[in-house]
């Protein structure tokens, strides 16, 4: 019998039965097809549009291509595989078509890429397919526009005080749902809308929130931090944040005026005002979110009860906007922090993030970069705050030239290398077994290297704009292969050519590898420097002391731990 591997994707969670039907339709068609079906690949709830999100395809191809398990990939319908264009359709399955793989559909038989008419009549079929998917996009952005004009609910959750209410033509409330509960199958003669929440408490709070902050001289933490101390839920069931605070109170919701199209998150069209313009793919590439001009939301005041007097609003909005920092600090550049994303704070074991601030003084510009505890930035100081840290913050670079100055002591002194030299040497002169895991290493290393292959791919042709966010990616997977690969080495001694590599040639190799660490490490180059610090270093942890003085809590840092992917070092001068 031939072997095929069957693909299996549905557009959305809504569509229950759709993974069900497809398989037994296809199960049925390879068996009255002669076909042996050695595999299954499942996208579930994801659009056939989205290349990134579907990773059960992507592992499809590259066990197909790599492995050669199958020779047919079978799916009920080709949309399955992809409603994109002609152009990112060929892109995604040109390697299956030169690893001699092909597509068979229940609905419209074998796909013909090798003859001049059958690849002309295949790209015809996709253009239709991925023209569907626009109408589709197109006509669904229209039905919420429409809806938005009249005041109703487009899809969007109920505010913090409001609770969703399904209404009938004639105005009349037919069933309430609350946020997180499942939505109602609705006729096409009711529309939702909002009404004040049946939870007394929760209006309570929110008119506290508006009345407290209009008439007080506080902050939005302050506010935030009362709520936590009165053990009062936020808006998801957790805490309270001054973002929270901050969003309730510039929501007009409150007054009764319904507001639509803030924003533009779809990839084919967005909303400007009262019409729907095309958006050109390019855009959505470079940012999947776009901010909408005022003059494009959409307005509809007196769609719902007002939760808030316009006095107390307009108040609260004022002294909102009155507050608003004027002189914010640079974001920081790449690559500016060398030890960015290790640093961890001591006394509440989140990360530390860099910050970079400017400073005018007597003519002068002076630039400060730190790392500073992450929860003191987000939740203020533990001294006031309930959720909040100290102050702990050290110097970006004090603390980049301690650690680079424990690492060349410690590590990549030249008599620690000779310790560590005579160490390799009689590890390998008495070799230990083999775990029984090796096997699973070994499949682990080869989907990482296939992780990393299609990784390289995506980042080739990926905007300037994704280079940031993927480069750390695929240095992570990199890390994460040679830490297995480094694992296999030390279980066995490595095979070259089918003969044992010999003592000597290992010890050079990795004795080689620590001298272009610790050259790096020297470098004038601060890439290469990050480089080192970046691939060497798992964590650095340091730990502060609190002082007082005139009043004021001070944190001094007294220690820490530099913690490598293989080893633990300690010293309590850092």
Known sequence: MTRAVVYLRRSSAKQEKSIDDQ?????????????????????????????????????????????KIAEFVLVWAYDRISRNDSDEESAAMFPLREAGVVVDSVTEGLIDRESFEGRITHVVKQEGRHNFLRDL???????????????????????YGFDRMIVDDMGQHVMRVKNGEPRPTRGGSTHVSLVESDDSEVVETLRWIFDYYANNDVGLRTVADILNRKGILGPRGGAWYPNTISHILRN?????????????????????????????????????????????HVRVPGAFPSLVDAETFSSAGSRLRGRKRTGRSRRKQPDRYSLSGLVVCGCCGHRMSGVHKTRRKDRKTYEYSRYVCSTYL?????????????HCQVGDGALTELVTKKLQENVLKSQNLKKLEAAIRRQLSNPQPKHADSSGLQKKLGRLNSEIDRAADRLLRAGDDLVDILSPKLRSLRQERDRIAERLQAEATPDIMGKPQSTEAVVKS??????????????????????????MIHSVTLEFEQTEKNGRTFSKLKGGVIELSNAVIRDDKI
């Not at 996009?137 to 505010?159: D, E, F, I, V, Y």
């Not at 987000?378 to 100290?390: E, I, S, T, W």
């Open 252 to 296: 007009e919701a409150y007054v009764g005026t319904f507001v639509y199209a803030k924003r533009t998150e779809a990839k084919f069209y967005r909303i400007a005002g009262d019409t729907i313009q095309p958006r050109p793919v390019a855009d959505y590439r470079q940012a999947k979110v776009r901010k909408n001009d005022e003059s494009q």
């Open 23 to 67: 398989r037994v339709f296809v199960q049925q068609y390879a068996g009255t097809q002669g076909y042996e079906i050695v595999g299954e690949y499942i996208d579930d709830a994801i659009s056939g549009d989205d290349n990134k999100a579907r990773d059960a395809f992507w592992k499809m191809r590259d066990d197909l291509v790599s492995g």
């Open 137 to 159: 996009a197109k006509n669904s952005l229209r039905g919420r526009l429409n809806a938005a004009k009249r005041g109703h609910l487009a899809g969007q959750a109920a505010p």
């Open 378 to 390: 987000k939740h203020g100081d533990a001294k006031k705050y309930v959720h909040g840290c100290f």
């Open 510 to 535: 990795a004795m080689d590898r620590l001298q272009t660490l610790s050259n790096d490490l020297r470098s004038t180059s601060a890439e290469r420097r990050r480089h080192v610090l970046q691939s």
